[in-house]
């Protein structure tokens, strides 16, 4: 059984930093593409970055190209998100998913088969 656990949500200052955490146990972390997703109150869950299995292929959303970073260290089945200059709108819980089918990151939702609980980001004015 696959699990992934988020951590390092927390309330922060608009322009600060925080560093989101997955860990994920069971099945074969270092073969999957790796993603983050967040979901803002009364929409939808949105792509934020992904990188696949070997980390030379990332990708981003738009609106945190320059100020997200996305990693992963194979050897702690560990997958990072930096967020930096953090704005309100960056507000939202923010969910890891693991792809198995061995294909680059993609942006879609229904590409991943497991999913962490998600941790709470909160980024005041």
């Known amino acids: 059984q696959v699990q992934l656990v988020e951590r390092g949500g927390a309330l922060v200052q608009a322009g600060g930093s925080l560093r989101l955490s997955c860990a994920v146990s069971g099945g074969f972390f270092s073969t999957y593409s790796m993603a983050w997703f967040r979901q803002a109150p009364g929409k939808g869950r949105n792509f934020v970055a992904g990188?696949?299995?070997?980390?030379?292929?990332?990708a981003y959303a738009d609106s945190v190209k320059g100020r997200f970073t996305v990693s992963r260290d194979n050897t702690l089945n560990t997958v990072y998100l930096q967020m930096n200059s953090l704005k309100p709108e960056d507000t939202a819980v923010y969910y890891c998913a693991a792809d198995s089918h061995f294909q680059a990151p993609t942006d879609n939702e229904y590409d991943y088969d497991y999913w962490g609980q998600g941790t709470q980001v909160t980024v005041s004015s």
């Open positions: 990188i696949n299995w070997s980390s030379d292929t990332t």
